[in-house]
C-alpha cells in the first residue's frame, strides 16, 4: 500500500516540494503491482492513474468524513498508523474539516477532470455504503485466491 500522505509529508505536517514528491511517488508505483491511497490530484494523479488498472473511490457522506476528523483527532492523537507520517502527530485542524466539507464541490470536479485526462480508459468503481466497500474487498479477495 503506497500511503500518499506519507510520501508528501515532512515532520510538522510540513509540505513537501513538487519535484522530490513526484519522484518518490514514481518509485512507489514503479512495480507491476501496487495501491494507492490517495489522488493528490494536481500534484500526483496523473502519475499514478495513468498507470492504474482500476479507481476506487470511497464516497463517503460529508457528515461521516467530518465525524471521523474529529473522533480521530480527539481519540486517537497517540496512535501509530501507516498512513500518518512520521514526525507528523494527529490534531485537529479546522482546514482539513472545511476540506472535507468542500471536498464534493471543491475537488471532486478536478480530480475527474484530471482523470479524463491522465486515464479516461481506467475504469471506476464508486463504494458509497460499508455494505459495497465490504463486497468489494471480498470480491478482490476471491478473485486473488485463483
Known sequence: MVHLDVL?????????DRPSFRTRVTEAIAGDAWV???????????????RADLLVVIDRPRWLCQWRIL???????DTTRADLPEGCSEQFDWKLMREAWRYEVERTPV?????LQYGPHVP???LRRDRDIQ???E???????D
Do not use: C, H, M, N
Request: glycine share 10%; no cysteine.
Open 8 to 16: 508528501y509529508w515532512r515532520p510538522g505536517w510540513k509540505p513537501s
Open 36 to 50: 494507492v491511497d490517495g489522488s493528490f490530484s494536481g500534484l500526483a494523479f496523473d502519475l499514478t492513474i495513468a
Open 71 to 77: 473522533w480521530r483527532s480527539a481519540f486517537d492523537r
Open 111 to 115: 480530480i475527474e477532470a484530471e482523470r
Open 124 to 126: 471506476v468503481v464508486r
Open 135 to 137: 463486497g468489494f474487498l
Open 139 to 145: 470480491s478482490v479477495s476471491a478473485g486473488s485466491d
